[in-house]
């Protein structure tokens, strides 16, 4: 097939469908988490180095690789060197993995913003707020149904095409998306006793400081980036030769990071002190438990709530996207399928697998395994969670590893870094970050899979 191949029509298109998949659940809902948990500013300040210093030249190595091949996350490594085409299939895996799970998420979401839209009656009492949401998740039909418009909601915009689906809906979306947000953070802050909180957020203790920040920092960075599974790939691919890697690459670092801190701000201050920080370390059911119930104590509350679940609605939306994207070019190019063929075959097994997944949530019908998180020893775990395990703690970090050895020791930082400048460009930190793709960044993530497969710290 000679199709020409789709290219963003404009740069700021594609740093903004970028963003909008780098921007997602993990920016809002598990990066407030995490602050909490490795003890607020020293969290952050641990968390923006480790995104410049090794997020950032990650990104560029998978941006370099798509723009020179033009392919898909299979295709680019069969054409570089066929011997690495197993990096590619990895990415996919995790990718359709994630998407599974991801799904089910973004339904619960929707089901949030019309739970809010009709009035939000969660019942009366601290324990309403779980009863409602644990009640719900271990539904057999309801939360699979909202899962399944979700996806159809991605699989409409990836059909569309990459500059008339992707880009037009990620130029619209992700200004909405930030309006929201801001919105979300006056309404934080203006509440009385706000600044604790957010000075809480903001002052940094050295001594919490340690080996153990920065592999949380690492397994977050990785994730709300988007890479490490050649999203970067596949979205570096459309991106014609005459644009500029790094400056766009560190466009999409800065607004991943700065969103992620803005949502801390709306988010952390306003449980802090409205129920104390004990509140803050809930893990995934935070968003849907802990925060409708601090949204009822809120003058206003309602519109609050339902700002928060739009932002939280818009953010999963461009992630999932970006997810479909990858793994529809994989099989358009690879298999010569359209695109709607393409997706409707991901979709028959995504949706068994995210069937499974919201079955699981019943305890009931969890999984009895430890998985990647052995600190934690032997607990019931629904399947998604044992996913996501899966995911953040071994398949992220093997890809960005395989990515960084693949570049720096196989293709070559010389040839990449012709492809980062070419046609106009300069790139005047090539030695440093080569150095960091060849040396830093491999022991770094060897360093957090160590920690987590190795001693059992867990990152989730
Ligand atoms: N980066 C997204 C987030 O922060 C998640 C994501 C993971 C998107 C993998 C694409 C691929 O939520």
């Not at 818009?314 to 298999?335: P, Q």
């Not at 934690?376 to 071994?394: C, I, R």
């Not at 040396?439 to 867990?458: E, K, M, R, S």
Request: one cysteine or more.
């Amino acid at each position: 097939m000679n199709q020409k191949r789709s290219q963003w029509a404009s740069n700021i298109g594609f740093i903004l469908a970028a963003a909008g998949s780098a921007i997602g659940l993990g920016n809002i809902w598990k990066f407030s988490g995490k602050v909490a948990a490795y003890g607020g500013g020293a969290f952050i300040l641990c968390y923006i180095i480790i995104v410049f210093l090794i997020g950032l030249p990650v990104m560029l190595t998978e941006l370099s690789i798509g723009r020179r091949t033009q392919k898909n996350v299979v295709g680019a490594f069969h054409t570089l060197n066929p011997k690495w085409t197993f990096c590619g299939v990895i990415g996919v895996i995790t990718l359709f993995v994630i998407l599974s799970y991801y799904a089910i998420v973004g339904g619960w979401v929707l089901k949030y913003i019309w739970v809010y839209l009709s009035g939000a009656d969660f019942g009366t009492g601290q324990a309403a707020y779980e009863n409602y949401f644990t009640g719900f998740i271990a539904k057999p039909v309801e939360p699979l149904i909202w899962g399944a418009v979700f996806l159809i909601l991605c699989i409409y915009v990836v059909v569309r095409g990459v500059s008339q689906g992707i880009e037009r809906v990620s130029k619209f979306l992700m200004p909405c998306l930030f309006l929201l947000l801001i919105a979300c953070v006056i309404r934080a802050v203006t509440l009385p006793g706000a600044m604790e909180g957010v000075s809480y957020l903001f002052s940094i203790h050295p001594e919490d400081i340690g080996m153990n920040t920065f592999v949380g920092a690492l397994g977050q960075a990785f994730f709300s980036l988007s890479v490490g599974m050649g999203i970067m790939i596949t979205y570096g691919s459309y991106v014609p030769k005459k644009e500029n890697l790094v400056k766009s690459a560190a466009w999409i670092c800065c607004l991943d990071t700065l969103v992620a801190i803005l949502a801390a701000v709306a988010i952390v201050p306003v449980v802090f002190v409205t129920m104390g920080s004990d509140k803050l370390g809930m893990g995934g059911s935070f968003a849907f438990i802990a925060l409708p119930e601090v949204f009822a104590q809120m003058p206003g509350g309602r519109w609050f709530g339902c700002f928060f679940f739009l932002l939280l609605f818009l953010a999963a939306l461009t992630s999932a996207i970006s997810i479909l994207e990858s793994c529809v070019s994989f099989l358009t190019e690879e298999f010569h399928l359209s695109r709607l063929k393409a997706t409707l075959i991901l979709a028959i097994p995504m949706t068994v697998l995210s069937a499974g997944y919201s079955l699981s949530q019943s305890s009931a019908r969890g999984i009895n395994l430890p998985w990647f998180d052995f600190a934690n020893g032997l607990q019931m775990l629904p399947m998604n969670a044992v996913m996501e395990k899966f995911t953040d703690n071994l398949m992220i970090p093997l890809g960005g590893l395989f990515f960084c050895i693949f570049v720096g020791w196989i293709w070559g930082t010389k040839n990449a870094a012709a492809e980062i400048e070419s046609e106009r460009n300069t790139f005047r930190l090539k030695k440093v970050w080569s150095f960091i793709v060849r040396f830093l960044a491999p022991v770094f993530i060897l360093l957090i899979l160590y920690f987590t497969i190795g001693l059992g710290q867990g990152l989730s």
